[in-house]
């Protein structure tokens, strides 16, 4: 089992920046990949951007891909999502998720394929 806290969610203004942290803990040696997601009320789950521990390699969404960076510390077990330029639009839930498996395409980007979630934190944007 792997167990994902995640927390830095809160309350910014539009164009203000957060970094989210997700600490993973457990069988992390397991997982392949780290993910994040986010959900807005009323809204399908949709994938943020993804990390692979061992090299490093980063896949993002196109809709945030100049304005979020994933990063991860190995040795603390955590991954890091920066988010930069913040819109209302990026209001949500904000998941960290881990896959088992190493993918490649669109099957990076699908919720479905990510065996561990945490229990989310909020981000909220105010205009």
């Known amino acids: 089992q792997v167990q994902l806290v995640e927390s830095g969610g809160g309350l910014v203004q539009a164009g203000g920046s957060l970094r989210l942290s997700c600490a993973a803990s457990?069988?992390?040696?397991?997982?392949?990949?780290m993910g994040w997601f986010r959900q807005a009320p009323g809204k399908e789950r949709e994938f943020v951007a993804r990390?692979?521990?061992?090299?490093?390699?980063?896949y993002y969404a196109d809709l945030v891909k100049d304005r979020v960076t994933i990063s991860r510390d190995n040795a603390k077990n955590t991954v890091l999502l920066q988010m930069n330029m913040l819109k209302p639009e990026d209001a949500a839930v904000y998941y960290c998720?881990?896959?088992?498996?190493?993918?490649?395409?669109?099957?990076?980007?699908?919720?479905?394929?990510?065996?561990?979630w945490g229990q989310g934190t909020q981000v909220t944007v105010s205009s």
């Open positions: 998720a881990a896959d088992q498996f190493g993918r490649t395409g669109a099957q990076r980007m699908r919720a479905s394929n990510y065996v561990y």
């Open positions: 457990g069988r992390i040696s397991s997982t392949y990949a």
């Open positions: 990390i692979t521990w061992s090299a490093g390699s980063t």
